[in-house]
């Protein structure tokens, strides 16, 4: 059984410039949410997709926006990249009604 | 607004000792509490879940945690530690009962190192 799959691994952006990450959430599970993590840091919420809805957004700025797909899938982008978006973005997948959030093993972006 | 604290930052002990890592959260109502382990540059993988019952609880690779609701607490426990155990140790909780509520809210993480 496949966990939460994130792509790419990495990455490398300059800055100005957008990205787009991708995660596949576990079978059986219909939320997704997006943390960001800066080195040596807990992973901060970015904001939780729900029935391709956005149900709850953290403390970021609209630059930071999302989508989720039929099939549950989601994708975070991110606009006019800032040197300070470095991070390891990390995707976690759930059901709404429960609890255990399974996460993915991240993306690594860096902004140059 | 939630919060959870870590309050050591950086915890060194020998192989084979026991080990104790401290998590007070800050939050109105019953919280749902988790402990994440993260190796280098890799993802979060859960080690234990409290949600209601037993107040002490067993994970994975011989982990416990104790929910401590007079204290605000739940650290977590291993009797005796292995070299492998060696990772950042994330404290987290949720709130399932606030429908608008159901991000997690990590600490800052507490870094073990193992001595041989």
């Known amino acids: 059984d496949a966990g939460v799959t994130q792509s790419p691994t990495h990455l490398i952006k300059t800055r100005g410039q957008q990205v787009t990450l991708r995660c596949s959430p576990k079978?059986?599970?219909?939320?997704v949410s997006w943390y960001q993590q800066a080195l040596g840091q807990g992973p901060q919420f970015i904001f939780q997709y729900y029935e391709e809805e956005e149900r709850q957004r953290g403390n970021f700025p609209d630059r930071f926006s999302g989508h989720q797909f039929p099939n549950y899938s989601s994708e975070l982008n991110v606009n006019a990249l800032l040197l300070g978006d470095s991070a390891l973005y990390l995707c976690?997948?759930?059901?709404?009604?429960?609890?255990?959030?399974?996460f993915g093993s991240g993306t690594r972006l860096t902004v140059v | 607004a939630q919060s959870v604290t870590q309050p050591d930052i950086h915890i060194t002990v020998s192989e084979g000792a026991s080990l104790e890592l401290r998590c007070n959260y800050s939050?109105?109502?019953?919280?749902?509490l988790f402990w994440y382990v993260q190796s280098p540059g890799q993802g979060l993988q859960l080690l234990l879940k409290y949600f209601s019952g037993d107040t002490l609880v067993q994970g994975i690779k011989g982990f416990e945690a104790e929910f401590k609701r007079s204290q605000s607490s739940f650290n977590l426990r291993k009797p005796s530690v292995h070299w492998s155990d060696a990772a950042e140790y994330f404290c987290?909780?949720?709130?399932?009962?606030?429908?608008?509520?159901?991000?997690?809210?990590f600490g800052s993480g507490t870094r073990l190192q193992v001595q041989p």
């Open positions: 987290a909780v949720v709130n399932f009962m606030d429908t608008g509520r159901r991000a997690l809210t």
């Open positions: 939050y109105g109502a019953t919280p749902y």
């Open positions: 976690a997948s759930s059901l709404m009604e429960s609890g255990g959030y399974t």
């Open positions: 079978s059986g599970h219909d939320t």
